[in-house]
């Protein structure tokens, strides 16, 4: 009953943030205007020459942002940087910005903000609140998004970590260039997770092909079996079990991995390989044939495939067959090394 | 996650070249001994090596242009001369071998590992040539491929993980495996170089100011995976590279209620999932917009100073937390027409509440986290031991509110009610009597013993 109460609690939960998460009508952080609503009409100084002044028509024919702050505090400060950054990495010409001031800082705590250098978009002054308290503004800094005919489509309040990951992707979809399926992926992309127990078996796999390259086929058939007991599907690490198998001529074992391993992925080139070359030793010429022609064209396999086929036609006493089979595998080896010239510094 | 599937059969055909080779001479062998074909192949003298077919000369040395010049032809060359691991078996055949197999040829000179804990798999199946050429390479310390890539190609699950992750641990420049784990052996899990926090705290050396000033820690950080409890270190899809998304990461733990040495603390999971109307940071999954995880000077891991009780004489000092966001004069303006819709006509109701000898701190009023009323409005206020019930109404303009604090008084930002009742004078700030407990106790998220 408890743990039923636990899911319960853990779906009603999980709906709620991921409907949180991605929902863009939310307005919880302003009270006198919704998602949908006009733009507000307002006519404001700029921070720079106070005798001029931004209207909010400006805004208007492109997607826009309207960032509330104050300064000497950080959550604003930090994201006036990254909405700089933001609308460089959009284009400047693309979307329309302003900031609004809505703090009685003097103009020396103003200028303070940007002596590392000016925003690329207008400083704009609201001592007395009108904007603010059009909109109905709870926090600082917050930022509304409009469309291009000017209607209210996000708001986004304070600095959350994510701030910049939003801010992008929503400019990117009000200009078109993503659909909201998209928008909303990349403002909740999925999590990594590494699938641990895959990730050891892999590990012991590749470390046990490196053993084995340098002659320890002991050590790395150990360590295949531990692969292979953490994650059975690493059809690989069967397959090298199954070869190594083969190579001490235990074919029933051997056999037994490449069964097991097409079993998981028939179509696996490997296995099949392995089961030929056990059909092979097995003097089944017929069947192992039939996989042999098929993995001849197919890489990387087509090289033992080759091989795997001169056996077979020795083994049937076609010593021209063989020998064509065998320089087949030879010459897929070593595409441009003539086969005398290989055997240099080794 | 799909596995990166790095590993290729193609490697395999160094082992069974040689079978082949051998194969290939067999059927030359057959080849010679049939009459039809009886032909000696040009350029092999049976039973010789090809390299055989004129006398070595070992006195030249190893290192001619013809023959093994390029072993050491690389930038970084192993230093010992060739018969420091080689013997000379036989002059005839030109028949080297090696000293004693690896790893004791390498410990002859080099250290092994000896009481380490923890092993890297390549040097526990003692086979230094896994990771280096004991001949010459263009990277140093010998290795097979330069830096993150030469481990990715065992750990193939890691380049696909780095690959994906939006945010980065560091600069790629930063970001070396080897900046964390050690590659032959450690002390530590993982090989890391040394123990958690302190390995990150080398470089997150703000964090550790943080931990070391704290009055208040985050047990997060000194049980189980310490700071992998939060982070991931190859990196991930969220800021501050956390594992998940941070809300997630929170309720993981705070999933239950929890005795702490500095209080309890409630069920935070069930409690905002039964709670919809959520504190704004809530809303964004971002608690650590109050809270820092690190550990704070504040109570309840307080960003920022915040009354601890539930009278206060007000100083705005005491509300930092809340001016992270909200605006100071949303307190310091005893009229506003904008900065609040707390308030009757232009009377802030804020400043009322607040902004005196004995202020109310925010909570007494609002949930801190979630809420089943708008603004996050309390159902009841805790009060010691008690709890009354606050009665609060919105409508379209304003509300209304009936705690035990004082009787039923409304407000109106169109139509301001005089002293929130009609025909009546709004009472000086001094005429709210104090709070009466009255109801029954009741199960805040967090139990707020400093209520007091």
Known sequence: ?346 | MPINKRASQTDRSVIFTRALKLALGALFLIALNSAATAQEPKGITEGVHPLLREPIDLTEGCITADCHAPLVAEEFVHFPECEDCHDLEDEATHLFTLNSGSPDLCYACHDEPEDAKFIHGPVAHGDCMVCHNPHSSPIEFLLEEPGNKHCYSCHTEMEEHVSLAEVQHGTEEDFQCTKCHDVHWEDQEFLLVSDMPSLCLECHEEVGEIIEHATVPHEALTTDKKCVNCHNPHGSNEPKILADKQVNQCLECHNEPMETEYGEIGDMKTWMAENPVHHGPIEEGNCAACHNPHGSQNFRLLSQAYPKKFYNKFDAENFQLCWECHEQTLVMDEKTTTLTGFRNGEDNMHYLHVNRDKGRSCRACHEMHAGTKPLQMKDQVPFGKWAFDLNFEKTESGGSCAPGCHEELAYDRVEPFPQGRPGEETPAPEAIPAAVPAAAPVAAPIVTSEAK
């Not at chain 1, 609503?37 to 942002?65: C, Q, T, V, W, Y």
């Not at chain 1, 127990?197 to 295949?224: I, S």
């Open chain 1, 1 to 346: 009953m408890k743990s039923l109460q636990g899911l319960q609690a853990f779906l009603v939960g999980g709906f709620i943030w991921t409907a949180l998460l991605i929902n863009p009508q939310r307005t919880f952080a302003i009270y006198n205007m919704k998602v949908g609503d006009p733009m507000p009409e307002f006519n404001l100084p700029k921070a720079e020459e106070p005798s001029e002044r931004f209207n909010s028509k400006e805004l208007i024919g492109k997607p826009s942002a309207v960032i509330f702050w104050r300064p000497g505090q950080e959550f604003s400060l930090e994201a006036l940087r990254e909405l700089e950054t933001v609308i460089k990495e959009i284009g400047t010409d693309k979307v329309n910005t302003v900031s609004v001031d809505v703090s009685r800082s003097s103009n020396e705590e103003l200028h303070s903000v940007f002596k590392d250098g000016p925003l690329s978009y207008p400083v704009l002054l609201d001592p007395e609140r009108a904007l603010y308290g059009k909109v109905g503004v709870i926090v600082a800094p917050t930022t509304l998004m409009f469309d291009a005919k000017g209607i209210l489509r996000f708001v986004a309040p304070s600095f959350p970590g994510q701030y910049k990951r939003v801010a992008l992707a929503r400019f990117r979809f009000l200009l078109g260039e993503i659909d909201q399926d998209e928008m909303e992926r990349r403002i909740s992309p999925a999590v990594l997770k590494i699938e641990h127990e895959q990730a050891l078996a892999w590990r012991r796999y590749n470390l046990g092909r490196k053993l084995e390259e340098n002659g320890k086929a002991t050590d790395a058939m150990g360590l295949y079996e531990l692969a292979i007991s953490d994650y059975p599907q690493l059809v690989q690490a069967q397959c090298s079990l199954g070869f190594l198998k083969l190579a001490q001529g235990e074919l029933q074992p051997a056999a037994a991995f490449f069964e097991t391993a097409l079993g998981y992925q028939p179509a696996f080139s490997e296995a099949n390989l392995g089961k030929a070359a056990v059909l092979v030793r097995l003097d089944r010429f017929d069947e192992a044939k039939t996989i042999l022609l098929k993995l001849k064209e197919e890489n990387p396999v087509a090289i033992r495939a080759y091989y795997e086929l001169g056996r077979l036609y020795q083994a049937q006493g076609q010593t021209g067959k063989a020998l064509e089979a065998y320089e087949a595998a030879l010459a897929k080896l070593y595409p441009e090394t003539p086969a005398e010239d290989e055997n240099k510094n080794r």
